[in-house]
């Protein structure tokens, strides 16, 4: 069980860092949008960090519910501590 613990743990920690590289670009988009006026797609700098923001949101809750599954059937498996 610790190795699918593990395995998970790994999982939400890439997909974390997937998310911030995702929304890294996003925002250096929204950035040069604003700061050239190119009027890509979205020119509201606040539309990108809004989008960031549920996204980490929903991203946190995602990490946390999966990581309490796993605890709690470790748990149940093999006793406290």
Known sequence: MQRTYR???R?????AIIWSAAFGALLLV????QLAGLQWVFSSIELWLFLGF???G???LFTTLVAK???RYVRQTYGPD
């Not at 999982?11 to 997909?15: A, P, Q, V």
């Not at 929204?30 to 949008?33: A, F, Q």
């Open 30 to 33: 929204g950035i040069v949008d």
């Open 58 to 60: 929903v991203l946190w």
């Open 11 to 15: 999982f939400i920690k890439g997909l």
């Open 7 to 9: 395995r998970d743990r």
């Open 69 to 71: 599954i796993n605890l």
């Open 54 to 56: 549920i996204g980490g």
